[in-house]
């Protein structure tokens, strides 16, 4: 079933009562990634919603927001297939009020907390966790589901969603799903769409750098430079690098000796396109 308004959504929540509900936000464009986020929600759940909404909010004045693959009759096709009970997908205008209503002075934010916002990929996307936040707290809202279902690829995005529902007492829990990766190794994503097929092979630098620092690693050296420093004999002028970071996995707290407990994250743009990966150096 497909639903655009939040009046209809409700109505449908309410003849679920007593059963447990999961959702999984998504901005479209799906792919294998996100049917594995579907298939677990089906798992888990009783009636599983799956938003579809590119949200304005959380892309940057420079960012790709227009170009942005939006594809929703193949994801409400690929959604029927998996079992989805409910495909919401709203308009802007739905989600925010009609005319111009997106900026800081006239619309309500959720701001996450500046330690875990100024790193990694919110330290250049300037706002973006604000959006991200805004926009799930509101489905959160919307759907009132039981269960989240976010994937580990948007890594800081799923810790900065926990830390939400922490701070707010949201009702909802949130599972966290592994990366689902092409054969190649590459991290599926809705943007892979932009590159060629060269731009794929040079995009394997990143899944080749993390599977090195975790190698590294198992062979005993934990200095996090060190470790960061054997990306450099990867990278060509194909690719520039945004950031190469070592962390903790739960709270994001820089690191100078890594431990099982890490996580390397990168961020490279490969044709011009952004991409993130990252890889658990434990276990």
């Not at 079992?83 to 802007?92: E, H, R, T, Y």
Request: with cysteine; charged share 25%; proline share 4%.
């Amino acid at each position: 079933m497909l639903i655009h308004s939040i009046k209809e959504l409700r109505e449908k929540r309410k003849e679920w009562s007593g059963l447990k509900i999961g959702l999984v936000p998504t901005m479209g464009a799906l792919h294998e990634g996100h049917l594995s986020l579907i298939k677990k929600a089906k798992e888990t759940c009783d009636k599983v919603v799956v938003s579809v909404f590119v949200n304005p909010i959380q892309f940057g004045p420079a960012e790709d927001f227009d170009k942005y693959p939006r594809t929703l009759e193949a994801d409400k096709a690929l959604c029927d297939s998996a079992g989805v009970d409910v495909v919401f997908a709203p308009s802007p205008d739905t989600m925010y009020g009609s005319g111009n209503r997106l900026s800081n002075d006239t619309l309500t934010y959720v701001c996450p907390p500046f330690f875990y916002v100024n790193k990694l990929c919110g330290k250049t996307r300037v706002g973006h966790f604000d959006g991200v936040c805004t926009v799930v707290l509101k489905l959160f809202n919307i759907v009132q589901p039981d269960l989240a279902f976010f994937g580990q690829k948007d890594a800081q995005q799923v810790i900065i969603i926990k830390k939400m529902v922490k701070d707010l007492n949201v009702p909802v829990e949130i599972i966290q799903c592994p990366i689902v990766r092409e054969e190649s190794g590459l991290a599926l994503s809705s943007r892979n769409k932009y590159l060629s097929e060269d731009g794929k092979v040079e995009a394997l630098v990143l899944s080749k750098i993390l599977n090195n620092i975790k190698a590294c690693y198992k062979r005993g050296i934990n200095d996090v430079s060190a470790l960061k420093e054997t990306a450099y004999s990867y990278l060509t002028d194909k690719h520039d690098m945004e950031y190469l970071e070592i962390l903790d996995k739960d709270t994001l707290e820089e690191q100078e000796k890594a431990n099982d407990n890490s996580i390397a994250l990168i961020a490279c743009r490969v044709e011009n396109v952004r991409l993130i990966d990252n890889l658990y150096l434990g276990g």
